[in-house]
């Protein structure tokens, strides 16, 4: 199942450059927990509540001294999603398949409701501008705090790329 490419926003930057990358080489992107571990879903996990043994609770991104300043991002992002007519998932799984045809979601999911919900951004279009105001109020920029605990750094080679946008 895909979304073809005339029914994808294009948006200029990195995604044409990756699309380079990927006519030359012939990989795709798995981008993995485009909802960010449910942060960008209608109810955002509670880090207190979570229980004991979930990686969320180590990640920095989670942890008190950042989430705070980054559900003030999800609240712009929301509000944005809203007057777009869209749901929340739906302008963050938008947004990634916007970055091009090369670029796959992996969203995990707990209902099949939701479930449904994901899928049905592949038959959406969601507008170039709302994408544009989306990518600038979370990027690889604004986000607070680290993605993974520094203990588990030298174990994820992804974190030594850099910066994505």
Do not use: K
Request: glycine share 10%; hydrophobic share 45%.
């Amino acid at each position: 199942m895909g979304v073809s490419a005339t029914r994808r926003a294009r948006v200029p930057g990195a995604a044409g450059q990756a699309g380079i990358v990927r006519q030359a080489l012939g990989v795709a992107l798995v981008a993995f927990s485009p909802l960010g571990r449910g942060f960008l879903t209608a109810a955002p996990p509670d880090p207190a509540a979570l229980p004991a043994g979930d990686v969320r609770r180590a990640m920095p991104r989670f942890d008190e001294r950042h989430y705070p300043a980054n559900l003030a991002l999800r609240d712009e992002l929301e509000r944005i999603a809203d007057e777009a007519g869209l749901t929340l998932p739906r302008l963050a799984l938008g947004w990634v398949l916007s970055r091009g045809p090369h670029v796959v979601a992996l969203p995990g999911t707990r209902s099949v409701d939701h479930l449904r919900e994901n899928l049905s951004v592949l038959d959406a279009e969601v507008p170039a501008g709302v994408l544009e105001a989306a990518g600038r109020v979370l990027n690889a920029t604004t986000g607070h705090g680290a993605r993974y605990p520094e203990a588990t750094l030298p174990e994820i080679d992804t974190e030594r790329c850099g910066r994505a946008g």
